[in-house]
């Protein structure tokens, strides 16, 4: 497995904190929380060794990468009911294959527009991110 020690998403810790919380391992990524939530249910999917480019993985990898964001996804809809889950994958600094998903709902924040990377506006309390955490699971 291949892993940067200075990468959040491969050493967990105080880098991944700086902006998630881990929900749990899927077959080949591991689903976060993305502490910033002014989209409400807003994840992310990390795949789990440290590459750059989803054009570097096998087909069979890649397939089960796209699973796992499914998964997450269905669970997102079923948890929060948002009207649309925008999908973002960039990593122009932090070069560890991943995907944003974001819930939009109709007639709210950045509705009908392309989503702020971290608006750094809303934070919850660790018992909000809890619950949060426990509906994800519960639909996962
Ligand atoms: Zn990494």
Not at 23 to 43: A, M, N, T, W, Y
Not at 63 to 82: E, G, L, Q, T, Y
Not at 104 to 119: H, L, R, T
Request: some cysteine; aromatic content about 10%.
């Amino acid at each position: 497995m291949m892993i940067d020690n200075n990468c959040g998403y491969c050493v967990g810790g105080e880098p991944l904190a700086k902006f998630g919380i881990k929900i749990c391992d899927l077959e080949v990524s591991q689903l976060i929380l993305f502490k910033e939530q002014s989209h409400p249910g807003r994840c992310i999917v990390a795949y789990k060794d440290h590459i750059s480019e989803i054009v570097d993985i096998s087909d069979e990898e890649r397939n089960a990468f796209f699973a796992d964001v499914n998964r997450a996804s269905k669970a997102i809809h079923k948890a929060f009911n948002p009207d649309k889950v925008n999908y973002g994958a960039y990593g122009d600094t932090g070069c560890h294959l991943h995907m944003h998903l974001v819930p939009k709902y109709k007639d709210e924040y950045e509705w009908g527009g392309v989503f702020e990377m971290n608006p750094g506006k809303t934070f919850l309390t660790d018992d909000e991110y809890q619950e949060m955490i426990e509906k994800i699971k519960a639909n996962l």
